[in-house]
């Protein structure tokens, strides 16, 4: 089955960019979604099919897909941006599955 | 405003069953594909089955395929999932999730109820 694979944690300061990326093969033919979960919150949409951003998330959230690398980048990263992160395909050849990577914890320094 | 909220968590002994429910409202339940996501204490997120608008299709994970079984009622915009003999690896919070329309995201999601597995 289909594995997606992300760094586990990340340090960043403010104002500086973070970058988060999510390995996958061949990962550019499939669209890429990513969520953000703060603690003891639900997950929220992000970024939709690889750089699309749903209403009401700031623009400082972006994505491209690329390769077998997929990434969400964070410019002017703030205290509030401070959460795990997950990227995500759909897998059609396996049960229509979705499938996540297993997190990255983004910490605001 | 879109509202997924879960309900029906609980404890339950290893070989139990629980069923976990999940009401809709501000959109046109009716036409949208739904899932459950499950989330293990401090790990990451696992999708469990999704079931298409009209019920025709559903699909699970290898992991509660068997023992879970997800329907809905677009009467009463809820969506449901059965879960049987249950495990201690299923312990977890389970979220209902929308799927975008025409998309593979999922788009909203509920705050999730908790179900506990453990003797």
């Known amino acids: 089955s289909y594995v997606l694979t992300q760094p586990p944690s990340l340090s960043v300061a403010p104002g500086q960019t973070a970058t988060i990326t999510c390995e996958g093969h061949?990962?550019?033919?499939?669209?890429v979604h990513w969520y953000q979960q703060k603690p003891g919150q639900a997950p929220v949409l992000v970024v939709y099919d690889d750089r699309a951003r749903p209403s009401g998330i700031p623009d400082r959230f972006s994505g491209s897909n690329s390769g077998n690398t997929a990434t969400l980048t964070i410019t002017r990263v703030e205290a509030g941006d401070e959460a795990d992160f997950y990227c995500?395909?759909?897998?059609?050849?396996?049960?229509?599955?979705?499938?996540f990577g297993g997190g990255t914890t983004l910490t605001v320094l | 405003e879109v509202q997924l909220v879960e309900s029906g968590g609980g404890l339950v002994k290893p070989g139990g069953s629980l069923k976990i429910s999940c009401a809709a409202s501000?959109?046109?339940?009716?036409?949208?594909?739904m899932n459950w996501v499950r989330q293990t204490p401090g790990k990451g997120l696992e999708w469990v089955s999704s079931i298409s608008s009209k019920s025709s299709h559903i699909f699970y994970a290898d992991s509660v395929r068997g023992r879970f079984t997800i329907s809905r009622d677009n009467a009463q915009n809820s969506l449901h999932l059965q879960m049987n003999n249950l495990t201690v690896a299923d312990t977890a919070v389970y979220y209902c999730?929308?799927?975008?329309?025409?998309?593979?995201?999922?788009?909203?999601w509920g705050q999730g109820t908790r179900a506990t597995v453990s003797s």
């Open positions: 061949n990962i550019a033919s499939k669209a």
């Open positions: 501000g959109f046109t339940f009716s036409m949208y594909k």
């Open positions: 995500q395909v759909w897998d059609p050849s396996h049960d229509h599955r979705r499938v």
């Open positions: 999730a929308r799927d975008s329309l025409g998309g593979s995201s999922l788009d909203y």
